[in-house]
C-alpha cells in the first residue's frame, strides 16, 4: 500500500501559479502509474492529469491543457503538478492517487490509494 502526502497548495490570485507536490512512501512507487484530481465543493471530483510510471507520458484534462503540467521524480517517490494561469475556476481540493495494477482509464474507481489533499483557492 503506497501512502501520499500533497503539499504546496494555498491562496493565490487570478493568473499565478502555484506548484503542487506528493510525496509517496514505499518502495514501489517507481511502478505506478499517477493521477491528480480535483474535488471543487457542490461538484463532482474531476480528473486533472496523468503520469505514466516513468514519467515519459502525460495526459491532461482539457480544462487545464496547456496551463499545468505533471512531472515525476522517482528518486524521491514525489510527483509534480505545476499550476499556472490560474483562474477561480480551478479553485479546489487537489489530490494525487496511485493507478491500481492492470487498470486503464482515468476513472476514479481505477486508483487505489489516496492522498488527504491540499487546498487550491484562486481569487478573482
Known amino acids: 500500500q503506497v501512502q501520499l502526502v500533497e503539499s504546496g497548495g494555498g491562496l493565490v490570485q487570478a493568473g499565478g501559479s502555484l506548484r503542487l507536490s506528493c510525496a509517496a512512501s514505499?518502495?514501489?512507487?517507481?511502478?505506478?502509474?499517477m493521477a491528480w484530481f480535483r474535488h471543487a465543493p457542490g461538484k463532482e471530483r474531476e480528473f486533472v492529469a496523468l503520469i505514466n510510471k516513468s514519467g515519459g507520458t502525460t495526459y491532461y484534462a482539457a480544462s487545464v491543457k496547456g496551463r499545468f503540467t505533471t512531472s515525476r521524480d522517482n528518486a524521491k517517490n514525489t510527483v509534480y503538478l505545476q499550476m499556472n494561469s490560474l483562474k477561480p475556476e480551478d479553485t479546489a481540493i487537489y489530490s494525487c492517487?496511485?493507478?491500481?495494477?492492470?487498470?486503464?482509464?482515468?476513472?476514479?474507481?481505477?486508483?487505489?490509494?489516496w492522498g488527504q489533499g491540499t487546498q487550491v483557492t484562486v481569487s478573482s
Open positions: 514505499g518502495r514501489t512507487f517507481s511502478s505506478y502509474d
Open positions: 492517487a496511485v493507478r491500481s495494477m492492470n487498470r486503464v482509464g482515468i476513472h476514479p474507481a481505477n486508483f487505489g490509494s
